[in-house]
């Protein structure tokens, strides 16, 4: 026979009172299990995502104590109303329709949750299949005062993990499984607690499944969930460097990614619009490299280029029309992190772009601490469902849901709070990307309405622009044009703010002055021209030619380079900086080499990604371009061949290629030659489901 429910010990005799612990019972193990999985499963499953907003943490931490509490009431109410119903029942008959109620309670507050939020039928009935046959077992063994007979799966933590684990097994820790798979090892998992409960049952004959006993390990189980999910959340695994000898001269190196911005529009490089005095002023004390140029037309491709010092053919991170997948950093190609930890630095990153620099894909390879950080509305999306989720939704603000990325302050903040840790001894390397002048353009005020008045852009607005424009059925008109370069302005300005106040830290801490800081952008944003909007459309230069200013180690004076460059000039230079030897078989070349007179040509590429190459035939092709002194040649795999002098055609408006023909079979032989010689290095696909969820979310995956 399974153990019988204790009776009832001395203390404990009135009814409410019971009846209360005996939810408190139910309720603290299912909110404990609850709040682990919301708020401690993702660090260990995803260590690099983070939310930054204590509130939504804290909230998480009052909707745990909410759903407790709640839930205890409820369920002590509903035994108590049936213990009314039948006044002539003995002490053991009361406990079991007490421990029945409080089953029920969590049986339907489960079930209704999932009925809610299911996205179809389908789901809502497979969902609904569980809480409907452990809710009609405990309705029939509380009405026959069984329970007894049917505790094995009807106790409290039996019941809290039977009814959690399938769900979240299923979404949060299966998701790159197929359905069949996901399904049967949820439900494999959810016998294998059944019959491990049922064994217990039968092996262990003392009470251990008293009221004492329940009451008690709930208390124990909350209070360890909640430390665990407090520890996991704060820490930072900052891996102490190698001991170096005093005086090794090693600079620290700080490098800043502008997601999206154009070299043309920061005021220091000649824009109209002062859009950037903290970045002004730190340039009035660097190198300003004003013919840089990106090596792709979008985020991945360009910060592989940055890390590896290799182009998009090589390093392989781009797309390859049709084919859907993304390659990930291969192995062989040793990342500027690593390359770094090989010197004894110590490493950090604060990554916005959750969609493209994944660790799935690479990038934090190298890196000691690799923050992945996101907003609310991406670290939820996907997740399974959760009531301690749905209380938390309930306490906090609405969540502007246009904001799926990680804003300036976030990232800056998180950097001020790293320099302690990092600066503690040894050389360090600190990776920062900021996604402020990237769609959706909403800074807060006053920057949003620094150069125009707000216009009401949402994203299904703003994304079916891009559709119409790219798919070639209108132009961007003159007021369109205008309401999203002053958005696009005003997060500029915002964006410059928040590095203000990241040099102004370094300073403080006197890290300032020795370090190599470089800031630059992985890519541009076309607002119209040459019927394109937004990125990852073309190797035209408001996509490509980006902001690259470094402030060498003990640099005060400024000084300007318009030789061309690009970013796989980082890495070496970076290298060179580190005491480091280069890296074999790199395109670039450490940018205190590169010459005035230098005619070193460098390049750019765009490969279309299969959203666009399926929806429109002008990007069925992949672009390169070569850029040699004052010329600039793109040769499309369609056929089309341009040619600008971008000495005095800037805005590329008149293809040369007919007039000047001597000059573009000279650059179409190099860039054919460049071509033919890059051999890639063998990688892998490196897009898992919970980056293509990021993705969806972000609306760049249907």
């Not at 203000?500 to 370094?506: E, S, T």
């Not at 060498?552 to 690009?566: D, I, K, N, R």
């Not at 940018?591 to 460098?602: F, G, M, Q």
């Not at 002008?618 to 795999?637: D, N, P, Q, Y």
Request: hydrophobic share 45%; proline share 7%.
């Amino acid at each position: 026979m399974p153990p019988p429910l204790s009776a009832a010990p001395p203390g404990f005799a009135s009814p409410i009172r019971r009846a209360l612990l005996w939810g408190c019972a139910y309720w603290g193990f299912y909110g404990s299990l609850d709040y682990f999985f919301c708020d401690a499963a993702p660090f260990l499953l995803r260590s690099g995502q983070f939310v930054s907003d204590a509130d939504y943490w804290n909230a998480g931490l009052l909707a745990f104590g909410a759903v407790a509490f709640g839930g205890s009431l409820a369920a002590a109410a509903l035994g108590l109303g049936w213990r009314a119903l039948s006044r002539n029942a003995d002490s053991t008959l009361q406990d079991d329709r007490f421990a029945a109620s409080s089953a029920l309670t969590v049986i339907a507050a489960f079930g209704i949750l999932i009925v809610s939020q299911a996205a179809s039928v389908a789901s809502m009935l497979l969902g609904a299949a569980l809480p409907l046959v452990f809710g009609a077992a405990t309705l029939a063994a509380g009405l026959r005062g069984s329970i007894r007979r049917c505790w094995f799966a009807l106790n409290p933590v039996t019941l809290a993990m039977a009814l959690l684990i399938r769900p979240w097994l299923y979404q949060d820790v299966l998701d790159q499984w197929s359905g069949p798979a996901r399904f049967a090892v949820s439900l494999g998992t959810l016998l294998l607690i059944l019959g491990v409960s049922w064994l217990l049952a039968r092996w262990v004959r003392r009470p251990h499944y008293s009221l004492r006993w329940a009451g008690a390990a709930a208390v124990v189980v909350a209070l360890c969930g909640v430390s665990l999910t407090l520890v996991l959340r704060s820490r930072a695994d900052i891996v102490p460097a190698p001991a170096l000898p005093a005086g090794s001269g090693k600079p620290n190196i700080i490098l800043i990614s502008l997601d999206t911005v154009r070299a043309d529009h920061l005021h220091f490089n000649g824009y109209s619009r002062p859009t950037s005095p903290r970045l002004d002023e730190f340039a009035a004390h660097a190198t300003n490299y004003t013919n840089a140029r990106s090596t792709a037309d979008w985020t991945a491709p360009s910060h592989a280029s940055l890390f590896t010092g290799m182009y998009a053919l090589r390093h392989g991170v781009r797309h390859a029309p049709p084919n859907p997948e993304l390659g990930a950093l291969p192995v062989a190609a040793p990342t500027l992190a690593e390359t770094l930890a090989a010197q004894g630095y110590r490493s950090a990153a604060l990554v916005a772009n959750h969609g493209y620099l994944s660790d799935s894909l690479g990038f934090s390879r190298g890196f000691s601490f690799y923050r992945i950080l996101v907003p609310v509305i991406i670290f939820e999306a996907y997740r399974y469902t959760s009531l301690i989720r749905s209380v938390r939704h309930a306490l906090l603000p609405p969540v502007n849901e246009e904001l799926v990325y990680a804003n300036g302050a976030t990232v800056a903040s998180g950097a001020v709070s790293l320099l302690p840790s990092l600066s503690s001894g040894g050389p360090f390397f600190l990776f920062l990307n900021f996604m402020d002048a990237h769609w959706p353009y909403a800074p807060p005020e006053p920057f949003l309405s620094r150069f125009a008045p707000p216009a009401a852009w949402s994203s299904k607005r703003f994304f079916d622009l891009v559709g119409d424009v790219l798919g070639q059925k209108r132009a961007v008109t003159d007021t369109e044009r205008f309401q999203l370069v002053a958005a696009y302005d005003g997060s500029i300005s915002y964006l410059d703010y928040q590095l203000g106040l990241v040099f102004q830290a370094l300073q403080r801490a006197g890290l300032y002055d020795g370090s190599l800081i470089i800031v630059t952008s992985d890519h541009g944003e076309a607002f119209g021209e040459k019927s394109l909007l937004e990125h990852g459309s073309s190797v035209y230069d408001d996509q490509v030619h980006v902001p690259l200013v470094i402030k060498y180690p003990g640099q005060s004076q400024s000084a300007t380079v318009s030789s061309l460059v690009s970013g796989v000039d980082v890495l070496p230079t970076v290298t060179q900086a580190a005491g480091a030897p280069l890296p074999r078989q790199l395109a670039g070349i450490p940018l205190t080499a590169i010459a005035p007179s230098s005619t070193r040509p460098v390049f750019a590429e765009s490969y279309p990604g299969a959203d666009r190459w399926q929806a429109w035939e002008r990007f069925r092709a992949v672009e390169r371009a070569v850029f040699r002194g004052k010329w600039k040649f793109i040769l499309s795999t369609n056929g089309r061949r341009e040619l600008y002098d971008l000495s005095t055609d800037p805005g590329e408006t008149r293809n040369l290629a007919d007039s000047e023909p001597r000059t573009a079979a000279e650059l179409q032989a190099l860039l054919t030659a460049w071509q033919k010689n890059l051999a890639p290095v063998s990688g892998r696909s490196g897009l898992d489901n919970d980056t293509v969820n990021r993705l969806r979310s972000l609306g760049y995956i249907q």
